[in-house]
């Protein structure tokens, strides 16, 4: 519930910055209707901007306006799945999410800022998707999950750990960005083979001695099955460690605005 709320009012208060409007065919040609403009208080509903969607100028108003729409449809979409769900009035969220320990720093700039593709192991037969070549069948159907739950990731980053003296390259970076976080995501399998499970406890060993927190810097996805890659366990894993870092205190509810 929590993820929900923030995901709606993220999208609620993002509305209310950026351009309004909508596109119509006129004559065969296409036009776009600027309704609101935050930078433009002039144009409102009644008085709106009327542009070629293909000339110079409207060629950029479309762009926003497209955003628009694609942003409106996400709000729409969570708030009737809100609405059906749980049939009581959303909470405002206060944002900035402030959270109660960040050690590395691991926000939005601290994504943006990362590389992905940096590990040098190429594999003999390697999985080919959209998301590139990756190492794994596992890997492309979490990536698969990561784009379907709208949670940007970068593959494969170099990281290397001071506690240890040792670099690795993490499965994904993912990115919370409605609350201004990420985390690295490690898939953990193949328990069969002794190699593996020594590396993996080496690497879950650093991870730890450098103060990364399972379920907060690091979220690692257990799969002890590998010929069965189990969708709902994944999705519960990351979507646990993103409620959990969002504090009750960031939401206010009805009953609570009512006694404020």
Same mark, same amino acid.
Not at 84 to 96: C, D, K, M, Q
Not at 103 to 112: A, F, I, L
Not at 128 to 134: A, I, M, N, P, T
């Given at each position: 519930?929590?993820?929900h709320?923030?995901?709606?009012?993220?999208?609620?208060?993002?509305?209310?910055?950026?351009?309004?409007?909508?596109?119509?065919?006129?004559?065969?040609?296409?036009?776009?209707?600027?309704?609101?403009?935050?930078?433009?208080?002039?144009?409102d509903?009644?008085?709106?901007?009327?542009l070629l969607?293909?000339?110079?100028?409207g060629?950029?108003?479309?762009l926003?306006?497209?955003?628009?729409l694609?942003?409106?449809?996400? %709000?729409?979409?969570? !708030?009737?799945?809100? @609405? &059906?769900?749980?049939?009581?009035? =959303?909470?405002?969220? *206060?944002?900035?999410?402030i959270?109660?320990?960040?050690?590395?720093?691991?926000n939005?700039e601290?994504?943006?800022?990362?590389?992905?593709?940096?590990?040098?192991y190429?594999?003999?037969?390697?999985?080919?998707?959209?998301?590139?070549?990756?190492?794994?069948?596992?890997?492309?159907?979490?990536?698969?999950?990561?784009?379907?739950?709208?949670?940007?990731?970068? %593959?494969?980053?170099? !990281?290397?750990?001071? @506690? &240890?003296?040792?670099?690795?390259? =993490?499965?994904?970076? *993912?990115?919370?960005?409605?609350?201004?976080?990420?985390?690295?995501l490690?898939?953990?399998?193949?328990?069969?083979?002794?190699?593996?499970?020594?590396?993996?406890?080496?690497k879950?060993?650093?991870?730890?001695?450098?103060?990364?927190?399972?379920g907060?810097?690091?979220i690692?996805?257990?799969?002890?099955?590998k010929?069965?890659?189990?969708?709902v366990?994944?999705?519960?894993?990351?979507?646990?460690a993103?409620?959990?870092?969002i504090?009750?205190?960031?939401l206010?509810w009805?009953s609570q605005?009512e006694?404020?």
């Amino acid at each position: 519930m929590k993820v929900h709320a923030v995901k709606l009012e993220y999208r609620r208060l993002e509305l209310e910055k950026i351009m309004h409007g909508h596109f119509r065919m006129r004559n065969g040609r296409k036009y776009v209707y600027v309704t609101y403009d935050p930078q433009n208080p002039k144009i409102d509903s009644r008085h709106s901007c009327k542009l070629l969607a293909d000339s110079r100028r409207g060629k950029n108003y479309a762009l926003a306006v497209s955003r628009f729409l694609e942003l409106r449809h996400e %709000y729409l979409t969570l !708030l009737n799945e809100w @609405n &059906t769900r749980y049939g009581v009035t =959303p909470p405002r969220v *206060i944002f900035p999410i402030i959270q109660f320990s960040d050690p590395h720093k691991m926000n939005n700039e601290y994504y943006n800022r990362a590389v992905g593709q940096q590990g040098k192991y190429k594999p003999d037969n390697p999985t080919v998707s959209e998301h590139g070549e990756l190492k794994s069948k596992n890997e492309q159907m979490g990536a698969d999950l990561l784009k379907l739950m709208d949670i940007p990731f970068k %593959y494969e980053l170099e !990281l290397a750990f001071i @506690n &240890t003296d040792e670099k690795i390259n =993490p499965d994904y970076l *993912i990115n919370f960005y409605e609350i201004d976080r990420c985390s690295y995501l490690e898939i953990l399998g193949m328990n069969d083979r002794a190699d593996y499970s020594i590396r993996a406890a080496t690497k879950i060993n650093s991870f730890s001695k450098d103060v990364y927190r399972p379920g907060r810097e690091v979220i690692y996805v257990h799969l002890y099955d590998k010929a069965n890659f189990d969708e709902v366990y994944f999705v519960s894993q990351i979507m646990a460690a993103f409620d959990s870092m969002i504090p009750d205190s960031a939401l206010i509810w009805e009953s609570q605005k009512e006694v404020g």
